[in-house]
C-alpha cells in the first residue's frame, strides 16, 4: 500500500473493500472514496461476497455495515483481523454485544455521515495502520512509545 496524503486526495494509492447492502449508501459511500483517491473494491451486499474479498483481494482498509441483510459481518471482520487489514464499521445500528466484546476497540461511524467524515475516518485508520507497522518493523512496542 502506499499512503499518499494529498490534501485533495487523501486516499491515493488506497485500496478499500466495502461492504454494504444498501444500494444508494454502497454507492454513496463508492463515490466519496473515488473522489479521495481510492480505488474501491466491491461493494459487496452479501456476506459471502465480503468474506471472499476480504480473504483474497489486495487491502488497505475496509469499511463494514454490521449486517448485511440478517447476518453481521463479524466473520469479515475476524478475517480482516487475521490479515492484519484495517476496518471500521459503519452502521445506523450499535454493535451487538458480542462484536463489542470481539472487536472492543473498534471504529464504528454512524450513518447517515458525510464523505468527509467517512474519508477522515479512513485516513485516520490507515495512519494508525501505517505507524504501527513502521513500529513493529523497527521493533518498537507501541505500547513503549509516550
Known sequence: ??????GNRPL?????????DEFLIALDMEAAFLEAGAEVVGPCATVILALEAASNEELSLA???IRLGQE??????????????PFYFYSAQALPQEMRRMYSGAV????????QVLIGAAASLLMV???????????VS???VH
Open 12 to 20: 491515493s494509492g488506497t485500496r478499500i473493500l466495502i461492504a454494504e
Open 72 to 85: 453481521t459481518t463479524a466473520r469479515i471482520g475476524d478475517r480482516l483481523t487475521e490479515r492484519g487489514i
Open 63 to 65: 469499511v463494514l455495515d
Open 1 to 6: 500500500m502506499v499512503l499518499n496524503i494529498d
Open 108 to 115: 464504528v461511524v454512524s450513518k447517515p455521515a458525510t464523505h
Open 142 to 144: 507501541p505500547r513503549a
Open 129 to 139: 495502520s501505517k505507524d504501527q507497522n513502521r513500529d513493529a518493523a523497527s521493533g
